[in-house]
């Protein structure tokens, strides 16, 4: 079965912080794929990144970047000098090869305080 | 990245009235696109996978003859909320499946749509 947790329900932030977010997978797959998705208040899911699971490399994009470690099955998010404008809720993802399911973790509210 | 729209993006009707909900893919052509419902500050439940010319799949405790989907074409799916009720209200997302190779299998998806039941 395939798992997916975001323990952190809510962080709140001051601008210019860096704030990492966390998710934690379970699958006995060996081919799957990570995502990680933001949710502004407007409501649309934005897609931020794809990650499968046979390239490990961490990966940045600008101020957003990704730790993707197998040994522990996370794939955890980390937002440098955030802004106000990173506020929303973030979604972790995981969908096996083969499967068109996705396994949405709960979600972390981020709050970013002028 | 790719765009998927959502028409409307709001609705209110009345208790007993039937909603449809278009999704399309203005930028690329979707074989599989999905129904999601999110209540409140909770995640994302898959209802249903709809595959272009058969018929959806549901998920477990989905009730297949409330919601109703069509995907009619490589670029548009519809879901029908039938004879609607206060409890179906709710903020109901659809995406599309892009897979042009292995490396880009990503999911898209739509701006949602609010419905709220009377």
């Known amino acids: 079965a395939q798992k997916v947790t975001q323990a952190q329900t809510e962080i709140s932030v001051v601008e210019k912080e860096d704030v990492t977010l966390d998710c934690v997978y379970e699958?006995?797959?060996?081919?799957?794929?990570l995502f990680w998705y933001k949710q502004p208040p407007s409501g649309e899911l934005v897609f931020l990144i794809r990650?499968?699971?046979?390239?490990?490399q961490n990966e940045i994009s600008g101020r957003y970047s990704w730790n993707f470690q197998k040994s522990t099955s996370s794939f955890n998010f980390t937002i440098t000098a955030s802004q106000v404008v990173d506020s929303a809720v973030y979604f972790c993802?995981?969908?096996?090869?083969?499967?068109?399911?996705?396994?949405f973790g709960s979600g972390t509210k981020l709050n970013v305080k002028p | 990245g790719a765009v998927v729209s959502q028409h409307p993006s709001w609705v209110i009707c009345k208790s007993g009235t039937s909603v449809k909900i278009e999704c399309r893919s203005l930028?690329?052509?979707?074989?599989?696109m999905f129904w999601y419902r999110q209540f409140p500050k909770q995640s994302l439940m898959l209802m249903a996978t709809?595959?272009?010319?058969?018929?959806?799949?549901?998920e477990q405790g989905v009730e297949k003859d409330k919601f109703l989907i069509n995907h009619a074409s490589l670029t548009l799916s519809t879901l029908t909320v039938t004879s609607a009720h206060p409890e179906d209200s709710s903020f109901y997302i659809c995406?599309?499946?892009?897979?042009?190779?292995?490396?880009?299998?990503?999911?898209?998806f739509g701006p949602g749509t609010r419905l709220t039941v009377l």
């Open positions: 709809s595959n272009e010319g058969s018929k959806a799949t549901y």
């Open positions: 993802a995981l969908r096996v090869y083969n499967f068109n399911k996705f396994y």
């Open positions: 699958t006995r797959d060996t081919t799957y794929y």
């Open positions: 995406s599309a499946r892009v897979m042009a190779t292995s490396s880009t299998d990503t999911q898209y």
């Open positions: 930028d690329f052509q979707a074989t599989t």
């Open positions: 990650r499968n699971s046979f390239d490990e």
